[in-house]
C-alpha cells in the first residue's frame, strides 16, 4: 500500500506513542492521525519529538464517540490500527466500566465508522491475555478464549466484534495477539516500570503472591515493527499471535531490576495477591514468524537500556508519580514506601 493516511488511535499511550513514531518514518505514510482521550495513561510529552513533523495531526477525542470518528473518517482514511484502551488489570478490578466503554463499545464504533467509509486495512491490538492462563504449552491462534479478569475480557469482547466484521461484511480486518511490553515511556504502574521507579526512588517493590507468576516479555519496538509488517502481510480474517519467547517469573525479574540497581532483594515487599491472578501467559507465535518476521531486541539488552532510559527520564516520569497516580498508588498498595 502506498500514499497511506493512517488513523492511530491510543497514540499517546505506551505502545501507540512508539507505533506513531514508526509509522511516521515510513516513506509510503502520507499522513498519521493520532486519535487519542488523553486519559491518565496518555501523554502529549511522549510526542513531542513528532508534534512539528508535518505528516503528523493529533485529535484529542474518545473512539466511542460515534459523531467525531464520523467527522474524522469523513476526510478519508486507508488503515486505522486501535491501540486505543483502557489497559491495567488491577484498575479493571477496581472498577471496570471505561473498560467495556472504551475496549468493547468504542470497537465497536470505529468498526462502524470503518464499515460505513470503507477502508484499506482495521488492525485490533488485542492482548495474549484473551486466552487465559496455561499451566503448560502455548496458546495458538485457535485455541479457545478464556479471558478471567475484567480487562482480558473486555479485550476479547474487541478482539472478536472486530473479527465479526470481517466475517460477516468483510472488513479487512488483523487482530494482533502480543505478550507483556517493555520500553521506554510505559506509563508506572505496570511491574517493569512501577519497580524501576520504586528503585530509584527508594521504595519498596510490591511483589503479588508467591512471585511465582509468569509472563512472556518482548521490547516494544519489537511488538511494534510486527505490527507494521503485518499490516503489510497479515491476512485478512486472521489473528496473530506476537511473543518475546522471553518467559520469567516475576519474581527472577524483580531480582535482575534490583541487580541492576545494585540493590538489595530486602527491597521486595511481598504484597496481598492480585484478585483472579493469572498464573502464566505463553503463547505460539509460529504463525507470525513463518511470515518472515523476528525480534530483534535480546531481553537483557533491552532491560538495561530500559532502566538507563528511566535513570535519565526523571523529567517524564516524576509528575505522573506525583500527580494522578499518587492517589491510585495508596488504594491499590496501601502504606507501602
Ligand atoms: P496505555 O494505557 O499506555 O495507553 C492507552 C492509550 O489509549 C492512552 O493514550 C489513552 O489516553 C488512550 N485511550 C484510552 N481510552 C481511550 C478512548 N476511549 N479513546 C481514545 N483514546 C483512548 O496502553 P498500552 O500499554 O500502550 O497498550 C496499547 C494497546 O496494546 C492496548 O489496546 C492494549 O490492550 C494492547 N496491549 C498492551 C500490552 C502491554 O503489555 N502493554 C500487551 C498486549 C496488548
Ligand atoms: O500480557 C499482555 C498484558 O500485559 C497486556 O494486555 C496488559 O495491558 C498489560 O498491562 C500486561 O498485563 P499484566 O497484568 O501481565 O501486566 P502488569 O505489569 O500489571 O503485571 C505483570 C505481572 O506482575 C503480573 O503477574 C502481576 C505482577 N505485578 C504487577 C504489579 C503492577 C506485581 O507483582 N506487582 C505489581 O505491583
Same mark, same amino acid.
Not at 515510513?26 to 513528532?50: F, H, M, W
Not at 496455561?134 to 472486530?162: H, V, W
Not at 493469572?278 to 509460529?286: N, Q, V
Not at 497516580?325 to 488504594?331: D, E, L, S, T, V
Given at each position: 500500500?502506498?500514499? =497511506? ?17 514508526? $509509522? =511516521? ?34 485529535? &484529542? /477525542? ?5 459523531? =467525531? ?15 486505543? $484502551? ?12 471505561? #473498560? ?21 486495512? #482495521? ?19 485457535? $485455541? ?22 470481517? &466475517? ?35 521504595? &519498596? ?23 507494521? #509488517? ?12 506476537? $511473543? /518475546? +519467547?522471553?518467559? =520469567? ?30 498464573? +502464566? ?5 509460529? +504463525?507470525? +514468524? &513463518? ?42 498498595? /496501601?502504606?507501602?514506601?
Amino acid at each position: 500500500m502506498n500514499n =497511506l493516511k493512517i488513523l492511530v488511535t491510543g497514540g499517546a499511550g505506551f505502545i501507540g506513542s512508539h507505533f506513531v513514531k514508526l $509509522a =511516521l518514518k515510513k516513506s509510503e505514510v502520507r499522513q498519521v492521525i493520532n486519535l487519542d482521550k488523553l486519559t491518565y495513561a496518555g501523554n502529549p510529552a511522549t510526542l513531542k519529538p513528532v508534534e512539528e513533523d508535518p505528516k503528523y495531526q493529533f485529535i &484529542k /477525542g474518545d473512539i466511542a464517540d460515534a459523531s =467525531l470518528i464520523d467527522t474524522v473518517f469523513k476526510n478519508g482514511i486507508d488503515m486505522v490500527v486501535n491501540f486505543a $484502551a483502557e489497559t491495567h488489570v488491577d484498575r479493571s478490578i477496581q472498577e471496570a466500566g471505561d #473498560f467495556i466503554k472504551t475496549d468493547i463499545q468504542g470497537v465497536w464504533v470505529l468498526l462502524e465508522a470503518c464499515r460505513r467509509y470503507g477502508i484499506k486495512k #482495521f488492525i485490533q491490538i488485542s492482548t495474549d491475555e484473551v486466552y487465559g492462563s496455561i499451566a503448560e504449552g502455548s496458546f495458538t491462534e485457535t $485455541a479457545p478464549l478464556m479471558p478471567s479478569n475484567p480487562y482480558s475480557a473486555s479485550k476479547a469482547g474487541g478482539d472478536r466484534l472486530a473479527y465479526s466484521y470481517w &466475517k460477516t461484511y468483510q472488513l479487512p480486518v488483523v487482530v494482533t495477539r502480543c505478550s507483556n511490553n517493555y520500553g521506554p515511556y510505559q506509563y508506572p504502574e505496570k511491574l517493569i516500570p512501577l519497580f524501576v521507579t520504586n528503585a530509584l526512588e527508594n521504595k &519498596k517493590l510490591p511483589l503479588y503472591g508467591d512471585g511465582l507468576n509468569r509472563r512472556d516479555w518482548i521490547h516494544v519496538l519489537d511488538h511494534c515493527e510486527a505490527v507494521w #509488517f503485518l499490516t503489510e502481510k497479515g491476512e485478512n480474517g486472521e489473528t496473530y499471535n506476537i $511473543a /518475546g +519467547r522471553n518467559e =520469567l517469573t516475576n519474581l527472577v525479574l524483580t531480582r535482575m531490576i534490583l541487580d541492576e540497581f545494585n540493590l538489595d532483594p530486602s527491597m521486595i515487599q511481598p504484597v496481598k495477591d492480585r484478585p483472579g491472578h493469572d498464573r +502464566r501467559y505463553a503463547i505460539d507465535d509460529s +504463525r507470525l +514468524r &513463518k511470515l518472515g518476521w523476528t525480534s530483534q531486541i535480546p531481553f537483557e539488552k533491552g532491560l538495561k537500556e530500559t532502566l538507563q532510559w528511566y535513570k535519565e527520564n526523571t523529567a517524564w516520569w516524576e509528575p505522573i508519580k506525583h500527580g494522578e497516580f499518587k492517589q491510585y498508588y495508596q488504594q491499590q498498595y /496501601g502504606a507501602i514506601s
